[in-house]
């Protein structure tokens, strides 16, 4: 009995021992870990809902556009905070470039734009411009067309000014370029929080 007694604790230790070991190589049935997402993020790849940190503003973003031109890609972010909204724009060619653009109607352009014009006291030069196509996430306000015009610009001090045409309607934005450095992102939960 006693014999009976010792196989039947160390039948119970060695099979406690053996789940153990399954758990621990994660070969448990039942026992498949779901993969999260990464909450690792940059100008690159940010996500509805995640806060860009600027000049001590919590920007959220709530809306993403993809520019695509051949095989050439850059994105728009639209970030909100209460009622203001900016557009940052993350392009890389050579360099990254990283600039914080808000929209403007103190500029009528009424035809094709120029290869240079004056906006409050600066002169801009054009420095590209084209047809890309357009793949949209979030809010994005009217931008909907499946392409857009675009004629982007700069000036002296890092300023920039894009003017775009989308579906016949001129939309023009104007900021500075920034160092991304500058950005703290916060990675959000995919939801949109002013949801316009």
């Given at each position: 009995m006693t014999l009976l007694l010792w196989l039947g604790v160390f039948a119970i230790i060695a099979g406690g021992a053996y789940?153990?070991?399954?758990?621990?190589?994660?070969?448990?049935?039942?026992?498949?870990?779901?993969?999260?997402?990464?909450?690792?993020?940059?100008i690159f790849n940010l996500?509805?809902?995640?806060?860009?940190?600027?000049?001590?503003?919590?920007?959220?973003v709530e809306g993403k556009l993809t520019y695509t031109v051949d095989e050439y890609t850059w994105f728009e972010y639209m970030l909100q905070d209460d009622n203001q909204i900016r557009w940052l724009s993350v392009d890389e060619d050579d360099t990254v470039?990283?600039?914080?653009?808000?929209?403007?109607?103190?500029?009528?352009?009424?035809q094709t734009p120029p290869q240079q014009l004056n906006f409050a006291s600066d002169n801009y030069k054009c420095i590209d411009s084209g047809v890309a196509s357009m793949n949209r996430l979030g809010t994005v306000q009217r931008r909907t067309a499946q392409?857009?015009?675009y004629f982007d610009y700069e000036a002296s001090g890092d300023k920039v000014l894009s003017i775009e045409i989308w579906h016949g309607e001129t939309e023009v934005t104007v900021g500075h370029r920034i160092n991304p450095r500058s950005l703290t992102i916060l990675p959000g939960d995919?939801?949109?929080v002013y949801g316009i």
């Open positions: 789940l153990l070991v399954l758990q621990q190589r994660g070969a448990l049935p039942g026992n498949k870990a779901k993969e999260l997402p990464s909450l690792k993020r940059n996500q509805i809902g995640d806060i860009v940190q600027h000049m001590g503003i919590d920007w959220v470039e990283v600039a914080l653009l808000e929209a403007t109607n103190q500029l009528d352009v009424s392409t857009c015009q995919g939801n949109r």
